[in-house]
């Protein structure tokens, strides 16, 4: 097994731009902890021959937890699961809640910092949720910290962890080129060993899709996105990173295990209310509603839906997957997976793009070029076959 997602579905306010599942009432945080340790333990049976490499803390907003109750979360996972003598454990946070955290401890003598608790209790990565270092960019994503508190958490946070990441957003309406530089060369100045970095996307039913709507924000410039997108990969690549997925990048030794094991298709189980699991057949998918969510829980019942995949659904996902990474789609491994048949599909669907420059072929292996990167999705997408 490669790990255990926990979806924390906490915030403290809405970002404008997420679509994910969360709530910014904590009413129900201790039934929901207590309901996530309850699922631990009656999944436990699903993963028995299996050892537990990584464990993340996503969301919504993680570190708006306590050190005791993350404390008790990790517990749940080693009291009922194999886990490896040297976990990743990663744990995403908002520099706001790091940042009151660290002053609490510095007024308190007999508090230690919120990093060394953190490390006491097995956290050994940090995914921290920056955006921007632009005042404009977090209030119009309406992030809950501000530019200074952004800067203040990274030279906090450097003191006590070296494996830290994090996020960055591009195409922000607004956001010139210059901007974007000045962006990631702040955060090269901390010496962040990995960095995530997605395109703000529209999504339906977001407060910024309502926003665009109504002429209150412009709209995303997507070719504003693709420069941003190429000044991210030569300015990251030039300081010694790797660009070993489509929204990652990574110094050697830094590449997050968690993620990375998502895209090589290794099994993962994910608690909590919306989480997705795998397990090489089959996909399922906790229901995205808090209340019901811990009612089923505390009914010993499994509130989720499974989907059986044939074997065009899983040539489909490593095609995808395999497109966004360093490691591309092995046309060995497609034939000994899934068959002649659909390397042959493969290899007709991709003459195309092979021939716009957009595709390559090195070492058996069908990786996209540096023109096609952005592109990625939409080509890999071309190549899916049909059930039929």
Known sequence: MSGIYIHIPFCKQACHYCDFHFSTSLKKKDELINALAKELFLRKAEFQNTTVETIYFGGGTPSVLSIDEL??????????????????????????????????????SNTS????????????????????????????????????????????????????????????????????????????????????SYALTVEPKTALERFIKKGIIDDVDDDLAHEQFHILIATLENHDFVHYELSNFGKAGFFSRNNSAYWQGKPYLGIGPSAHSFCGNERSWNIRNNSKYIASIEDGKLPKETEKLTQTDKYNEYVMTGLRTIWGVSLQKVEADFGLQFKKYLLEQSQTFINKQLLYIEDEKLKVTKSGKFLSDGIASSLFKLNL
């Open 71 to 108: 404390q008790f979360l990790i517990d749940s996972v080693y009291k009922h699961y194999n886990v490896s003598e040297a976990p990743e454990i990663t744990l995403e946070a908002n520099p706001d809640d790091l940042i009151q955290a660290q002053q609490v401890s510095k007024h308190n």
């Open 113 to 196: 910092s919120i990093f060394e608790n953190y490390k006491k209790i097995g956290i050994n990565r940090l995914s921290i949720g920056i955006q921007s270092f632009f005042e404009t960019d977090l209030k119009l994503m309406n992030r809950a910290h501000n530019a200074e508190e952004a800067k203040q958490c990274l030279e906090e946070a450097t003191q006590y962890f070296n494996n830290i990441s994090l996020d960055l957003i591009y195409g922000i309406p607004g956001l010139s080129n210059e901007k974007w530089k000045e962006n990631i060369e702040i955060a090269l100045s901390y010496g962040i060993p990995h960095i995530s």
